[in-house]
């Protein structure tokens, strides 16, 4: 009993970590903004995360549970379930601003959440290159080999972000991504085109 | 005489600003530790730049002249100078590295480089689809037009940016960027591949 509110009680911290992030960055975020959103003192806050550092590897470890759905994890990731993640991720542009802040901050020097992200980059190219294999095998029909694809596939989903979230009446993330699918699986039949010189 | 000097002045505490910004981000940066970069005293410095912000704006636009290479403008770019651009960052990550961690910044509540940002972006949407127009018409060989190419051009330009700066020596950004290319250019009569089944 005891146990499920404290459960319940670093749910709620890590919700706020998340917005004041959102809103300020990592640097620029204090554990009393953390603290007196949840209705905590400092050192309230301190008896559940004893660091500033220590809450945000407990934010960045919550993301990865987000994305990858619970328990499933991202070696069962198809090429359609990336696109569903991003039009879910359009639907949530503050856990995005979240962690693209989080993202820029950490190429800064001694930055606490630069080893999780280079980790995580190395991790997300080498599955999406599985992913991309178990799909095409070695060559892509765009003729890139999945090794090749990887990096550009991870990058285009970070760089959408950060156009999106400044502008998102003039960047349709989900339409974008699909767009840069389309280029992977190289030009089809003209689809598109021949629909247009159907009879309707 | 002294014109000269006031400019060189300014040129050296840009340079300090960047440096500074690179290591701590916009919001972590401040204008003693820049002053003190350049020997100044912070009430030196508010002589040349009168608030933290207006020193801000000076490095953002000094940026952009790098970009364009001073004075020709970004309307006269063609793919290939683009690729040349993404080499020529490869070599200063010190400024890659600014400029990362100013775009991520400028995602969060109210940041002073937001609207820079989100300016550019149109802007360079709009000129990459000039581009892109001028080299293949109304329709790229790899089947997206020119205003579906222009975001994911720049998306994977950012995008690869942070993990070359997290890692650099297990993303080679500029190769990756070619394969961006050739994938916006369409599958070539398989070149590479022919290559390899030469008689050498």
Chains 1, 2 share one sequence.
Do not use: C
């Amino acid at each position: 009993m005891a146990r499920a509110r404290s459960e319940e009680r670093r749910a709620e911290i890590l919700r706020a970590a998340l917005e004041v992030i959102a809103e300020r960055g990592y640097r620029g975020a204090s554990l009393s903004a953390v603290a007196e959103r949840v209705g905590l003192t400092q050192q309230g806050l301190l008896h559940y995360y004893p660091t500033k550092e220590a809450l945000l590897v407990a934010v960045l470890e919550e993301r990865d549970q987000w994305d990858t759905g619970g328990g499933t994890g991202r070696e069962s990731w198809r090429l359609e379930l990336l696109d569903s993640l991003v039009e879910y991720n359009a639907m949530r542009p503050g856990i995005v601003q979240t962690f693209s802040a989080l993202l820029g901050e950490s190429v800064t020097d001694g930055h606490p959440a630069r080893d999780f992200f280079t980790h995580r980059y190395t991790q997300v190219r080498s599955e999406m290159a599985n992913v991309l294999r178990a799909e095409y095998g070695e060559r892509l029909p765009g003729g890139l080999t999945p090794e090749q694809a990887a990096p550009l596939l991870t990058a285009v989903m970070d760089g959408l972000q950060y156009q999106w979230l400044l502008d998102p009446r003039a960047v349709d993330m989900p339409a974008a991504f699909r767009d840069f699918l389309s280029l992977l699986r190289g030009p089809a039949p003209q689809d598109g085109t021949e629909g247009n010189t159907g009879d309707n």
